[in-house]
């Protein structure tokens, strides 16, 4: 039998290294993950092989290979590494320049009978796929978390049996409870007793049809005393039509809500209600503004389509960003941006505002004029349609939220297509 050959057809990213960071033999495998051919790595010290990126501050290929390498050989057992960045030099042939790669990796000592190390082999494994999807996710829900802190509301998200999964500060700050305290039914010790029996049947009513829900409740903040707050529920649904998980906002209305009652209860005279509607609507406008500065600030594109012909009432920077050389406000989404028109999101929009019906995108390729509607680029982007309600609940206009993941799609792409060339050439 022909061990070398074995060794080399290992399907397994493997690399013998001899104590002076010499490469000693490698398989087909690793070969092809780290863009070397075997005339290029075969006798030459691995460190040299894998220089540091000169572009990138933190590319520390050397230092990281260096005390693996020689841990390895200090203490004479398999070590097993945490994933750690190195990144790897692409062929001239495909562009040249250094490619960010994310591995796990392990050591195994060779030992020679008097138990000293011949040599280790380093076995390796490519995970920047998941790496970068990790940190993409890390990414979203870190901005969720900035928006849904931002907010005056409580916000938490839950499952689709009413089990919370997230509260956001304002919860914490507002009971002085923990996350833990709050999270799967733990929120039910908030709420006033009197109140629970009413909430669950609305519950009971809307979670099995993924229908929204709206109540009125008392909640209990952290010095004991009960505050009237409206819950609204309402289930995310995803490309598929299925439902992810549920929304959920609380408001607080107590003080809107005792200044009614005091004005029914005393029936004072019609001027001084007139004036408390009026400090009730500059209070709204108020909250209003602060959801408009929040929009305006936020990282991620937002704008807000007013009536059936979606017409651009708001638009924050970063939605402006995409397209700054054009004028978009007060003006509908098909006269600002005939491109979009064509690829058929304005039938999108329009089944929301009939419909009332969220919809979630992720990862949509979309073509864009950034300056004029002749000259497109396509990107690709993640975003929700959301119908806004006016006070009689009749929709008014769509609410629009998302951010550009182009740089993440084309890194999977590039991905997939080295996973795809590395398949090819093994094989």
Same mark, same amino acid.
């Given at each position: ?74 203490? %004479? ?25 994310? &591995?796990? =990796? ?64 304002? &919860? ?14 733990? &929120? ?12 669950? %049947? ?25 505050? &009237? ?27 809107? +809500? ?22 009730? @609507? ?11 500065? @929040? ?18 009432? @708001? ?15 007060? +003006? ?40 004029? =509607? ?54």
């Amino acid at each position: 039998m022909d061990l070398h050959e074995l060794f080399v057809h290992i399907p397994e990213a493997l690399v013998a290294i001899a104590p002076d960071y010499t490469v000693l033999e490698a398989t087909d495998k690793y070969l092809g993950l780290v863009l070397r051919t075997r005339e290029q790595l075969i006798g030459r010290n691995l460190l040299e092989a894998f220089p540091d990126s000169p572009s990138e501050e933190d590319s520390k290929n050397e230092s990281l290979l260096r005390q693996s390498i020689d841990r390895t050989f200090r203490e %004479k057992k398999t070590i097993y590494f945490d994933v750690l960045r190195y990144d790897i030099a692409r062929p001239e042939a495909e562009g040249g320049g250094y490619e960010t790669r994310y &591995w796990e =990796a392990s050591h195994t000592p060779v030992l020679d009978q008097e138990g000293n190390v011949k040599y280790i082999i380093r076995r390796t494994a490519n995970v920047t796929a998941r790496e970068l999807a990790k940190r993409a996710q890390m990414e979203s829900e870190n901005k969720f978390k900035f928006m849904t802190d931002a907010v005056p509301q409580l916000i938490h998200t839950a499952d689709t049996q009413g089990n919370v999964t997230y509260v956001n500060q304002r &919860w914490l700050d507002y009971t002085g409870l923990t996350s833990d305290q709050l999270l799967g039914k733990g &929120w039910r010790d908030t709420f006033h007793p009197d109140d629970l029996t009413a909430v669950q %049947k609305k519950m009971n009513n809307a979670l099995p049809g993924n229908q929204e829900f709206q109540a009125e409740v008392r909640i209990k903040n952290k010095e004991g005393n009960y505050r &009237w707050h409206v819950v609204k529920s309402l289930p995310l649904v995803n490309l598929e039509g299925g439902v992810e998980l549920r929304v959920g906002s609380n408001t607080d209305i107590h003080d809107t +809500k005792l200044m009614v009652q005091e004005l029914l209860e005393s029936n004072e005279q019609m001027a001084l209600l007139s004036d408390q509607i009026q400090l009730a @609507l500059q209070k709204a406008q108020a909250e209003r503004s602060t959801l408009e500065r @929040l929009i305006m600030k936020a990282p991620a594109f937002f704008c807000i389509l007013k009536g059936p012909e979606h017409r651009y009432d @708001l638009i924050n920077p970063e939605y402006q960003k995409l397209f700054p050389g054009r004028d978009l406000l007060h +003006k509908t989404v098909a006269e600002a941006l005939p491109e979009v028109a064509e690829q058929g999101f304005v039938q999108i929009l329009d089944k929301v505002y009939q419909t009332g019906e969220d919809f979630v995108a992720k990862e949509v390729p979309i073509l864009i004029g950034r300056t004029n =509607a002749h000259e497109l680029e396509q990107i690709y982007i993640n975003f929700t349609y959301q119908a806004i309600y006016s006070e009689t609940q009749q929709i008014e206009g769509i609410l629009v939220f998302g951010y550009e993941v182009t740089e993440q799609v084309k890194c999977t792409q590039k991905l997939q297509e080295l996973e795809h060339q590395s398949k090819s050439s093994a094989s």
